[in-house]
């Protein structure tokens, strides 16, 4: 009998459907905490003779991968690889794949589950019917339908975002550079400019990755922009947002809200500015955590690490890292 290949599994378990994929192609599982620091992921991984990991919580610094010797390709649960240094995977010819689109829908929902709570107000509200009020009288939302929605990113998550607002009747505003025209939708409108969209949007939401470039994107300057009274949400990742001219913005009424699933630091402290605002949503980065994307970012994982090691193939669609692509 040939024996299993074995994978640690960061930040806990995969969905019972993943499980049984691996235990289908031959793959022995073993999951570790969330955030082991370097040194930790390292014993982990080289304590069961890891050919692969796979990163649900944490992050694989540059240490981490010089550490695992035998580690042969690292998939990540979901689609942000910023965690990860993808420069150390690639020297190592070690591929970094992701499961794009397993997860689109359910942070799709979550964003606009957000949207709509800034919108009406839900997370106030709730809150001070349990304190004893009753604002029936005194309270007045708003609507989000025929607003202007501004996409910064249309990839899987932002398309399915979009697809769930065309019954609210909203215009769409897409900025993308490295979108091409064919893949722009036919009820959107393509901007040039991150200024030019924050300008004209009711709504800002974020669907891009984060990159060197973009790290602070949405900064005081960009926030004096936005549209008086605009709502900005972001189910990507929080060190998009200058979080300080965020604060200020929401205090001074120049923005009407935020809905946020991520934050520049993860958790996010109780004694934290944002958590204080009334005119604020939020949830701890759970935008992905639905049973039906658990189960296929999980089995997507495995398929891909198991296609890999079985015949060298991967999704070129998936593979993070480009240095480690040119070298398979």
């Known amino acids: 009998m040939t024996k299993a290949v074995s994978v640690l599994v960061i930040g806990g378990a995969l969905s019972p459907a993943a499980e049984a994929e691996a235990a289908t192609r031959g793959l022995s599982l073993t999951t570790c905490g969330p955030y082991p620091d370097a040194s930790a992921l390292a014993d982990e991984a080289n304590a069961v003779d890891a050919r692969a990991l796979i ?11 010089e550490l695992m010797p035998d580690v042969r390709i690292i998939a ?6 910023d965690g990860i240094d993808l420069d150390a995977a690639a020297e190592r010819n070690v591929p970094v794949v992701v499961a794009v689109g397993a997860n689109a829908q359910s942070v799709a ?6 949207l709509l709570g800034v919108a009406r107000s839900t ?18 939302g708003g ?7 501004g996409l910064i990113g249309l990839g899987a998550i932002g398309r399915a975002f979009l697809a769930l607002l065309q019954p609210f009747g909203v215009t769409a505003r897409i900025y993308d550079p490295y979108l091409s025209d064919d893949l722009l939708p036919s009820h959107a409108e393509r901007v040039d400019t991150v200024t030019a969209l924050l300008e004209g949007s009711d709504i800002v939401s974020l669907h891009c990755p984060l990159t060197a470039e973009n790290r602070g994107l949405i900064d005081a300057d960009a926030i004096t922009r936005m549209k008086p009274g605009a709502i900005i949400i972001n189910t990507a990742r929080g060190e ?18 935020a809905g946020l699933d991520t934050f520049a630091r993860e958790p996010i402290t109780p004694d934290h500015p944002l958590l204080a605002l009334d005119n604020v949503v939020v949830s701890p980065h759970v935008g992905a955590n639905t049973r039906e994307a658990r189960a296929r970012v999980g089995v997507r994982c495995i398929e891909q690490i198991a296609d890999y090691l079985e015949r060298g193939t991967l999704d070129p669609r998936n593979h993070a890292n480009a240095r480690a692509r040119a070298t398979v």
């Open 240 to 257: 998009l947002i200058d979080e300080d001219a965020l604060v200020a913005a929401l205090r001074d009424g120049h923005l009407g809200g």
């Open 109 to 114: 929902e979550q964003g606009l589950a957000l």
């Open 123 to 140: 997370a106030l509200l709730d809150r001070r019917i349990r304190a004893g009020h009753w604002d029936k009288a005194t309270y007045a």
């Open 55 to 65: 990163l649900r919580l944490g992050r694989i610094p540059r240490e981490a991968v």
């Open 143 to 149: 609507e989000i339908s025929g607003k202007s929605v």
């Open 76 to 81: 990540k649960h979901g689609v942000g690889t």
